[in-house]
């Protein structure tokens, strides 16, 4: 392996919980509060990782293997998303399709999960994932596939190339596919107007309920999990945004990385400026990705 490729795992494995300390921290400076430590996310982790995992009479062997596959996959899907101007450490011709599906069964898990519970709350919760979820993938597809026709090329590392020297030619479906890509990134990392982390109100929660009876190593991996998925979907959209060939080797990955929590940071003011939007708002608010994305591939038909 690499030395870009091993800095990249690195990367990928210890920097999510930097991004929600970050989120956390922006917003208690919006509120005018001190707030917690960037770093109180990975002692939460570290807390979570010691305790004793405590499950429901009910509960089956999903329960316990959900939060494992939730964690592997987000692993798995990072992997084939170049960090900086590196390679990814994984690529081939048609994966976009193997990270769109690792996300899903990840998501899959975790409403298993919810379900064994035999919670009517979790199943509440269950249903609005997979719900909002079926909604985010045709985005998705639809964004790689705009970037595919940008590129020529069959593989994420390939399509996250697409934006370099075409933002003066090609600003209009750059821009939808930003667009799209930012709602679906809001809604699989589950954060305001979609989803608010930070609410305990059962009968508003999407991804919080699905976890209630969730405790100890497995809340751990399960969060972990989340903070993955948020760094992958931000680099993804970081790809569209700021063409890594700008600035290459290591100075770029740094700057790779420092854009990163510079998402986070503008997630985090996102979440103190607006309101979590009503739950029959949010599918509207899906579609409208879709058809950003959608009309990106089709002015990119248009004009080739």
Do not use: N
């Not at 035999?118 to 997979?130: H, L, N, T, Y």
């Not at 597809?141 to 933002?167: I, V």
């Not at 996102?270 to 029959?280: C, D, F, K, N, P």
Request: hydrophobic letters at 60%; proline letters at 6%; aromatic letters at 8%.
């Amino acid at each position: 392996m690499s030395p870009s490729a091993i800095a990249q795992a690195i990367v990928l494995a210890l920097a999510p919980p930097l991004l929600l300390g970050v989120i956390v921290r922006v917003k208690a400076l919006v509120a005018g509060r001190r707030g917690p430590s960037l770093w109180q996310p990975y002692f939460d982790l570290w807390k979570l990782l010691r305790k004793e995992a405590a499950a429901s009479a009910t509960t089956t062997w999903i329960f316990a293997l959900a939060p494992a596959v939730v964690a592997v996959t987000a692993l798995a899907a990072g992997l084939l998303v170049p960090i900086g101007p590196f390679p990814a450490p994984v690529s081939f011709a048609g994966d976009f399709v193997l990270f769109a599906y690792l996300l899903a069964l990840g998501r899959y898990f975790i409403a298993l999960a919810a379900l064994d519970t035999g919670s009517p709350f979790e199943g509440m919760g269950a249903a609005r994932e997979v719900g909002f979820g079926w909604l985010t993938e045709p985005a998705l597809f639809f964004a790689f596939l705009a970037l595919a026709r940008l590129s020529g090329s069959a593989s994420l590392d390939g399509m996250l190339r697409a934006t370099e020297g075409l933002w003066v030619v090609s600003t209009a479906p750059l821009v939808l596919i930003a667009a799209g890509l930012l709602i679906v990134l809001l809604t699989e990392a589950s954060r305001v107007p979609v989803d608010d982390p930070a609410t305990h109100l059962e009968l508003t929660m999407i991804h919080e309920v699905m976890v209630l009876d969730t405790s100890g190593p497995l809340l751990a991996l399960i969060e972990y999990g989340a903070a993955v998925k948020l760094l992958v979907l931000e680099a993804l959209l970081l790809h569209v945004l700021a063409p890594t060939a700008l600035v290459s080797g290591w100075a770029g990955m740094g700057l790779f990385v420092l854009g990163l929590i510079a998402l986070a940071a503008i997630i985090g003011v996102v979440e103190s400026t607006m309101a979590r939007l009503r739950l029959v708002y949010v599918p509207t608010l899906l579609i409208a990705a879709v058809l950003s994305c959608g009309f990106a591939f089709l002015l990119l038909q248009e004009w080739r």
